[in-house]
């Protein structure tokens, strides 16, 4: 049973910092492809980046200010997001590819088949 869970979403300022944090079951940790979606009420789920094994992928609009990582030790993958705007408020998602994790980038949220149940971040102006 593959299990993700997220942490960490808040209310904050613009200009503002957080850290996601996106627990995962070993073997989802150990053999997958991970990333990060946001969604909101208005658009369709949205790519933010993907990590395989230590190379990681983002999305052109947070490039420069959202970084992806993980700890193995504790199966855990982590968005730090800094320079917050009000257009990063969104619902955030923790993603593992099974099926493809030895591809690079992969932007599609149907291609991934676990979810984690999502953390709200809001970013006030």
């Known amino acids: 049973q593959v299990q993700l869970v997220e942490s960490g979403g808040g209310l904050v300022q613009a200009g503002g910092s957080l850290r996601l944090s996106c627990a995962a079951s070993e073997r989802a940790f150990v053999n997958y492809a991970m990333a990060w979606f946001r969604q909101t009420p208005e658009k369709e789920r949205e790519f933010v980046g993907r990590?395989?094994?230590?190379?990681?992928y983002l999305a052109d609009s947070v490039k420069g200010r959202f970084t992806i990582s993980r700890d193995n030790a504790k199966n855990t993958m982590y968005l730090e997001m800094n320079n917050l705007k009000p257009e990063d408020t969104a619902i955030y998602y923790c993603?593992?590819?099974?099926?493809?994790?030895?591809?690079?980038?992969?932007?599609?949220?149907?291609?991934?088949?676990?979810w984690g149940q999502g953390t709200q971040v809001t970013v006030s102006p």
């Open positions: 990590i395989r094994w230590s190379r990681t």
């Open positions: 993603a593992a590819d099974s099926r493809r994790p030895l591809t690079a980038m992969i932007t599609a949220a149907a291609d991934y088949d676990y």
